[in-house]
């Protein structure tokens, strides 16, 4: 029998790679390696439902274990690659066990920054939320009147705040920046998302760094920020953002940046290895970014199935995110990288509103709150490459709808 594809990493990128391709190619041998002792599952509901106990990790699950079994994938779980030989097209596992490959695919993944032992980064209490390991540590800890510190005013973070108010935790969130979401939405958005935490009764104190974390007997009791203040804390959650998982790359000599750097085709440096999901760099609007993002791990693990089938086609993202906090519903459509102007637009019903993110007068991209309308009709008029005037869009009197006939 031939050497098998195989797929380093049991994400969702993983598995979206190993399913598409068992449907190009019927008998083709496909061997999936993952880290973890589970099977492949999605991870946004784990900072959300999850974690809040309203959903059971058997929905979680992409596929229940029968359907490996039923479609020939071999699953090698708690295991992980050491070491790969380009040369030798083998890898090398935790265990010794070398397996040969016919093409090889790194969909390993990012991994959560972490704060350094000199910060108080070792004591514990202290807590990321990437993995099922991670929500199942965190959920017996979040306990009412418990007093969290979340480091970091992203997503991640602002989730972890929702969650956390919701089960009765006092929560302060402390942000290095000017604001939170300063990276990655436009003034308008956060605060509008401000003003709902603020309303929760969480504190967040923007422009406001983490000096070090106070331990007694191990544990973390306490913080000291960069405005000089002490807190006492009972729990902290690091927020700060991921790193790509590209050791093997590194290690073996392909070309890494940010990220392992691949084609349009999902191709590495080396023909004969591709990959896909949150640790690569690939090619977007004549440069090369890093999405961490479902839609992504999915759409460029299909390209690269279909690079794989000998069907390569040019994989061109069209990114779409959501987050869930409280009964807030943010999605959006599109990248805002390099945006020079916004427009806010009034939602249809109270709650409701979209910010329309422009760069050198031509949409790149869309904010949505509580706007389904908005969000589709963005997303439809981004993918497709059309842009509307300002004008047209702050002018709340125009349908949205007809801004697609």
């Given at each position: 029998?031939?050497?098998?594809?195989?797929?380093v990493?049991?994400?969702?990128?993983?598995?979206?790679?190993?399913?598409?391709?068992?449907?190009?190619?019927?008998?083709?041998?496909?061997?999936?390696?993952?880290?973890?002792?589970?099977?492949?599952?999605?991870?946004?509901?784990?900072?959300?439902?999850?974690?809040?106990?309203?959903?059971?990790?058997?929905?979680?699950?992409?596929?229940?274990?029968?359907?490996?079994?039923?479609?020939?994938?071999?699953?090698?779980?708690?295991?992980?690659?050491?070491?790969?030989?380009?040369?030798?097209?083998?890898?090398?596992?935790?265990?010794?066990?070398?397996?040969?490959?016919?093409?090889?695919?790194?969909?390993?993944?990012?991994?959560?920054?972490?704060?350094?032992?000199?910060m108080?980064?070792?004591?514990?209490?202290?807590?990321?939320?990437?993995?099922?390991?991670?929500?199942?540590?965190?959920?017996?800890?979040?306990?009412?009147?418990?007093?969290?510190?979340?480091?970091?005013?992203?997503?991640?973070?602002?989730?972890?705040a929702?969650?956390?108010?919701?089960?009765?935790?006092?929560?302060?969130?402390?942000?290095?920046?000017e604001?939170?979401?300063?990276?990655?939405a436009?003034?308008?958005?956060?605060?509008?998302?401000?003003?709902?935490?603020?309303?929760?009764?969480?504190?967040?104190?923007?422009?406001?760094?983490?000096?070090?974390?106070?331990?007694?007997?191990?544990?973390?009791?306490?913080?000291?920020?960069?405005?000089?203040?002490?807190?006492?804390?009972?729990?902290?959650?690091?927020?700060?953002?991921?790193?790509?998982?590209?050791?093997?790359?590194?290690?073996?000599?392909?070309?890494?940046?940010?990220?392992?750097?691949?084609?349009?085709?999902?191709?590495?440096?080396?023909?004969?290895?591709?990959?896909?999901?949150?640790?690569?760099?690939?090619?977007?609007?004549?440069?090369?970014?890093?999405?961490?993002?479902?839609?992504?791990?999915?759409?460029?693990?299909?390209?690269?199935?279909a690079?794989?089938?000998?069907?390569?086609?040019?994989?061109?993202?069209?990114?779409w995110?959501?987050?869930d906090?409280?009964?807030?519903?943010?999605?959006?459509?599109?990248?805002?990288?390099?945006?020079?102007?916004?427009?806010?637009?009034?939602?249809?019903?109270p709650?409701?509103?979209?910010?329309?993110?422009?760069?050198?007068?031509r949409?790149?991209?869309?904010?949505?709150?509580?706007?389904?309308?908005?969000?589709?009709?963005?997303?439809?008029?981004?993918?497709?490459?059309?842009?509307?005037?300002?004008?047209?869009?702050?002018?709340?009197?125009?349908?949205?709808?007809?801004?697609?006939?």
């Amino acid at each position: 029998m031939a050497d098998p594809v195989i797929i380093v990493g049991a994400g969702q990128a993983g598995f979206s790679l190993a399913s598409k391709l068992r449907s190009l190619q019927a008998d083709r041998p496909i061997v999936m390696i993952g880290l973890e002792d589970e099977a492949p599952y999605q991870r946004p509901p784990l900072s959300k439902k999850y974690l809040m106990g309203e959903m059971s990790f058997d929905r979680l699950l992409l596929r229940p274990h029968s359907w490996y079994e039923e479609q020939k994938v071999q699953l090698l779980l708690s295991s992980w690659v050491e070491e790969i030989d380009r040369q030798g097209r083998f890898v090398t596992l935790q265990d010794g066990r070398r397996l040969a490959y016919d093409k090889l695919v790194l969909a390993t993944g990012a991994s959560p920054r972490t704060l350094p032992a000199a910060m108080g980064g070792d004591l514990g209490g202290i807590y990321s939320l990437r993995s099922k390991l991670d929500a199942d540590r965190l959920a017996p800890a979040l306990k009412p009147s418990q007093r969290l510190l979340i480091v970091g005013g992203g997503y991640i973070g602002l989730e972890a705040a929702a969650v956390a108010r919701n089960m009765g935790l006092e929560v302060t969130l402390i942000e290095m920046a000017e604001r939170i979401l300063a990276r990655v939405a436009a003034p308008a958005t956060a605060q509008f998302l401000r003003e709902i935490h603020l309303a929760h009764g969480v504190s967040i104190r923007e422009a406001t760094g983490l000096r070090r974390l106070i331990g007694r007997d191990g544990q973390v009791v306490g913080a000291e920020l960069s405005d000089g203040s002490l807190i006492d804390v009972d729990l902290v959650i690091v927020g700060i953002g991921v790193t790509a998982n590209d050791r093997l790359a590194r290690d073996c000599g392909l070309a890494v940046g940010n990220g392992v750097i691949v084609d349009d085709s999902t191709r590495t440096s080396d023909p004969d290895i591709l990959a896909v999901g949150d640790c690569t760099l690939l090619p977007f609007q004549g440069g090369l970014i890093r999405l961490e993002s479902v839609q992504n791990a999915v759409d460029q693990a299909e390209a690269a199935a279909a690079t794989l089938a000998g069907q390569p086609a040019a994989y061109v993202p069209k990114p779409w995110f959501w987050s869930d906090q409280y009964d807030v519903k943010l999605q959006i459509a599109g990248l805002n990288l390099g945006y020079d102007e916004t427009v806010v637009r009034p939602g249809a019903r109270p709650g409701s509103l979209s910010i329309w993110y422009y760069r050198a007068d031509r949409l790149i991209a869309v904010d949505a709150i509580n706007d389904a309308k908005a969000y589709v009709t963005g997303k439809k008029l981004i993918d497709g490459g059309l842009t509307v005037d300002k004008a047209v869009i702050h002018d709340p009197a125009v349908e949205l709808k007809s801004l697609l006939s």
